[in-house]
């Protein structure tokens, strides 16, 4: 199993990148993709998630959009309108469908946003 994260980076403010994430090795379509994020001395948190639908944090509805492309096995996060307080280590995370603990974590890319 693999998540390879992709397209972190020095970003300013206001700056919109977008992250991705090469799923291999597991069914993609039967997995939930999320994006989490870790700023230093800070727990890990969720950011957005993706099924059918979408959920995002309150702190990115509006600027962050997840989308998944299941023919590719890959997921993205296009984070617009960035802020200081968005710098952290952006990870992918699979987590199965059908029965709670199955989960897998990329190795994270790092986001800092700063002018």
């Known amino acids: 199993v693999q998540l390879v994260e992709s397209g972190g980076g020095s970003v300013q403010p206001g700056g919109s990148p977008r992250l991705s994430c090469a799923a291999s090795?597991?069914?993609?379509?039967?997995?939930?993709m999320g994006w989490y994020r870790q700023a230093p001395g800070n727990q890990r948190e969720l950011v957005a998630s993706?099924?059918?639908?979408?959920k995002y944090a309150d702190s990115v509805k509006g600027r962050f959009t997840i989308s998944r492309d299941n023919a590719k096995n890959t997921v993205y996060l296009q984070m617009d309108s960035l802020k200081p307080e968005d710098t952290g280590v952006y990870y992918c995370?699979?987590?199965?469908?059908?029965?709670?603990?199955?989960?897998?974590w990329g190795q994270g890319t790092q986001v800092t946003v700063s002018s």
């Open positions: 995370n699979a987590e199965y469908r059908w029965r709670s603990g199955i989960q897998y």
């Open positions: 090795g597991f069914a993609f379509s039967n997995y939930a």
């Open positions: 993706v099924t059918s639908s979408t």
